[in-house]
C-alpha cells in the first residue's frame, strides 16, 4: 500500500503530520564528538647503538574557555544540524591533525545527565590510529594547545563478589597521562553486575586530575577497547609506517598491550599478516634488518 494514502488516529497522512510537527514539543540536547587520537611514537635514544623505545601516546588540548579552562580534554566539538556525526567526527580530526585517512571507529555514547555543566550534552566517542609520521598537530579554536601525552594504564585493585546467583566484578583503573610539562591522572571504577547471560557495566570518575568533563572515562574505555582488538584483528597496523621492521612492529604491539610478548610466538602470529620486502634498514650503528610491510589479503592466506 502507498504509505502516501496511509493516515493515523488523526486522519493525516504523512506528509500532513510533518507539515505539522511541533519541534519543541521535546527538548533537544546537544550532540558532540570526542576524538581518542592514538599514535605510537618514538622515545630519545640513550645512545646510537640502543634501539628506541617507543611510547603509547594519545592527543589532548589544553581549554581556552569555560568549562574546565586550563584543564586538558580530548579534541572535539558540536555536530552542526547539516552533518552526520561520522561527518562531524572526521571534520575535527582533519582540524586537530591536519590527516582524514586513517582508521577510525565509533567506540561510545556518553549521556550522563551531568556530564556537561553547560547543559544537557550527549557525547559520541571515536578512537583514530595515526602513523606519527603523517601528523602536523594544531590546536583548535577553543584551545590554547594541542599536545601529545604518554599514557599509562594500570589496574590497581580487583574484587569479585558471588551474590546469590550472579556476581559482581570491580576494577579499579588508574590511567596516567604525561609529556615533558605535565602530568595528568584519572582513577576509574569499573563495576560489571553479571546476571544470566545479561552483563551491565558502569563507570565511576574516582580522581580527575586536569582531565576535563569526563574524559576520563572515555580514555579507560578506549585503551580497553584498543587493547581487546590489537589481539584479534590487525587494527595495530594502523599505527605502522608503510615500511617497517618485526621488532619494531612488536614494540608496537608490546606498548598497546601493556606487556612484554615472547618473539618466537609472535612471529608465528603476525606471520601472515606482514609481506617481506627487498629493502633494509639503514640505521647507522645497527646491523641491517629486512623490511616488511602489512598484507591486508592476510585473512585469505
Request: aromatic share 10%; net charge negative; proline share 3%.
Amino acid at each position: 500500500m502507498d504509505k502516501e494514502l496511509l493516515k493515523d488516529k488523526d486522519g493525516l497522512t504523512e506528509a500532513e503530520f510533518l507539515q505539522r510537527y511541533d519541534v519543541s514539543m521535546y527538548e533537544r540536547p546537544s550532540v558532540t564528538v570526542d576524538m581518542l587520537i592514538f599514535t605510537v611514537t618514538n622515545e630519545e635514544k640513550e645512545n646510537y647503538r640502543k634501539l628506541p623505545e617507543k611510547s603509547l601516546k594519545l592527543l589532548l588540548v589544553k581549554r581556552g574557555v569555560h568549562p574546565y579552562i586550563g584543564q586538558w580534554a580530548l579534541p572535539g566539538g558540536f555536530v552542526t544540524n547539516d552533518e552526520s556525526v561520522d561527518e562531524a567526527a572526521l571534520r575535527e580530526l582533519k582540524s586537530e591533525t591536519n590527516i582524514d585517512e586513517v582508521y577510525m571507529e565509533q567506540l561510545y555514547t556518553w549521556g550522563d545527565v551531568r556530564r556537561d555543566p553547560r547543559t544537557r550534552v550527549v557525547s559520541c566517542s571515536y578512537m583514530a590510529l595515526v602513523d606519527s609520521k603523517s601528523l602536523e598537530v594544531k590546536a583548535g579554536d577553543d584551545a590554547d594547545e594541542a599536545r601529545w601525552f604518554n599514557v599509562r594504564y594500570s589496574v590497581v585493585e580487583e574484587k569479585k563478589t558471588m551474590l546469590e546467583k550472579d556476581f559482581v566484578f570491580e576494577k579499579t583503573v588508574k590511567i596516567t597521562l604525561s609529556n615533558d610539562k605535565d602530568i595528568l591522572e584519572g582513577v576509574i571504577r569499573v563495576i560489571e553486575k553479571y546476571a544470566g547471560k545479561a552483563v551491565k557495566v558502569a563507570r565511576e570518575v574516582l580522581v580527575s586530575d586536569g582531565i576535563a568533563f569526563d574524559h576520563a572515562e572515555m580514555i579507560q574505555y578506549a585503551v580497553e577497547r584498543l587493547r581487546n582488538k590489537v589481539e584479534y584483528t590487525d587494527i595495530a597496523f594502523n599505527l605502522m609506517p608503510e615500511l617497517f621492521t618485526l621488532s619494531e612492529l612488536q614494540q608496537v604491539y608490546e606498548v598497546t598491550l601493556g606487556k612484554e610478548l615472547l618473539s618466537a610466538a609472535f612471529r608465528r602470529k603476525i606471520a601472515n599478516m606482514v609481506e617481506e620486502t627487498n629493502q633494509f634498514t639503514k640505521d647507522a650503528g645497527h646491523r641491517p634488518a629486512k623490511l616488511f610491510r602489512f598484507n591486508p589479503n592476510w585473512r585469505y592466506v
